[in-house]
């Protein structure tokens, strides 16, 4: 009797994803995050695996591994007691927590994730990176300046108009009102007989009769 | 007059290309092996990586004076074209000449800054996106200067 052995289902592509750099605090802990994305669902089989390559050395070293259900963490290099998976494999996400950051723990991680049959992908690699002190985030003065910069400039337009609606203004109270003192008194307290009475209150077309009867501001 | 119009619009997008591409463009200081500007800090020391400019206040000041200068370039063009139809016979294109000039101002205080600090943080030579900063800046100021000088005709 012959025993037919099932096909072997065909592999597809994995997409593996990690962040791209990661600022921490000396003496702090640092989670890095590793996911992938693939057509199957999460299979019994899934593996994550981490690998470490200091910053300026060329060999890399493999600090954690995920298979068959169990997580094995370092315990003999150089984040032995640091390590800890704080991932969840069936929701696909494969992350560490490294715990007391120091400056010798700058370099670049490598998450290598597979879920089978889907095993051809290209690992992914986030680099740490420890300061004394975190420095400002990236773009964030940058934004500051330049909305400090534009937001002057669009108050100067506004007082600006806000200026030539003023005198435009204490033109129509004058020439509304008996007293004659009305409205901001910047130049002149001389009560100019206007006989003018505009026939529209607030309006654009107002406005514009109005600035053809206002004194030029010269810029 | 419409050649002298011509030749004014083409300084004024000549200096605003070169802005563009000073602010873009990955050459602010080279050396052999590593290049940056004012967004990152590339080498290709054992495989092509970059860092992002993290170091610190004054290389955002430097990106947020030159961005500021490209946009205040863009509304002097923009404003030229509204003076141009709205402006009285005899009128001074003011407006137009101070948003050039502080275009300028703002090219130079940026190279001027990049200039005192980024030996602290790259070391190299000036690469050729510096010195179109360098250009751009007095390309800017004529150019601003002649928006105030000129009157409008006809």
Same mark, same amino acid.
């Given at each position: ?8 289902? +065909?592999? +597809? ?9 990661? &600022? ?18 999460? %299979? ?6 981490? %690998? ?9 070293? %493999?600090?954690? &591994? ?57 690992? %992914?690699?986030?680099?740490? /990176?420890?300061?004394?002190? $975190?420095?400002? +985030? ?14 002057? /400039?669009? $108050? ?5 108009? /806000? ?15 008996? &007293? ?29 009769? $109005?600035? &053809?009867?206002?004194? +030029?501001?010269?810029? | ?12 997008? =000549? ?6 591409? !000073? ?12 290049? !940056? ?8 020391? !054992? ?13 955002? =000041? ?40 502080? =275009? ?31 250009? =751009? ?18």
């Amino acid at each position: 009797l012959l025993t037919r052995t099932p096909f072997p289902p +065909q592999s +597809q592509a994995i997409v593996i994803y990690t962040g791209w750099e990661r &600022h921490a605090l000396v003496g702090s802990d640092v989670r890095l995050s590793c996911s992938f994305f693939s057509w199957r669902w999460t %299979s019994e089989d899934v593996t994550f695996s981490w %690998s470490y390559r200091p910053d300026g050395s060329r060999d890399s070293i %493999s600090i954690f &591994h995920y298979t068959g259900g169990a997580p094995y963490v370092d315990n003999k290099g150089p984040f032995r007691d640091r390590l800890e998976f704080i991932g969840n494999p069936s929701r696909r996400d494969g992350s560490i927590l490294i715990k007391n950051v120091d400056y010798n723990d700058n370099g670049t991680f490598t998450c290598d994730a597979k879920n089978p049959p889907d095993i051809v992908g290209r690992p %992914s690699s986030v680099r740490l /990176l420890v300061f004394d002190k $975190l420095p400002v +985030q990236a773009g964030v003065i940058t934004g500051a300046i330049i909305g400090a910069v534009l937001g002057l /400039l669009v $108050l100067i337009v506004v007082i600006y108009y /806000l200026m030539r609606f003023l005198v435009a203004r204490r033109v129509f109270n004058l020439s509304v009102s008996k &007293h004659g003192k009305k409205g901001k008194g910047k130049e002149g307290s001389q009560p100019r007989q206007v006989s003018l009475r505009p026939t529209c209150r607030y309006t654009v077309a107002c406005f514009k009769t $109005l600035k &053809h009867n206002t004194p +030029q501001l010269n810029l | 007059m419409l050649l002298l119009l011509l030749a004014i619009i083409i300084l004024h997008l =000549a200096a605003l290309v070169l802005l563009f591409i !000073s602010t873009i463009v990955s050459a602010w200081t080279v050396n052999g092996t590593s290049s !940056s500007d004012l967004w990152s800090n590339c080498s290709t020391v !054992s495989g092509y990586h970059c860092i992002s400019a993290y170091a610190g206040e004054w290389i955002q =000041a430097v990106q947020a004076l030159m961005i500021l200068s490209i946009i205040f370039s863009f509304l002097s063009l923009f404003l030229f074209f509204c003076q141009l139809f709205t402006l009285q016979k005899g009128g001074r294109f003011f407006l137009t000449g101070i948003f050039q000039i502080l =275009a300028s101002l703002f090219v130079m205080s940026g190279a001027i800054i990049y200039t005192v600090k980024s030996p602290e943080w790259v070391s190299g030579s000036f690469g050729f996106a510096y010195i179109l900063a360098w250009v =751009a800046f007095p390309l800017a100021l004529i150019s601003g200067l002649i928006y105030v000088i000129l009157r409008k005709r006809e």
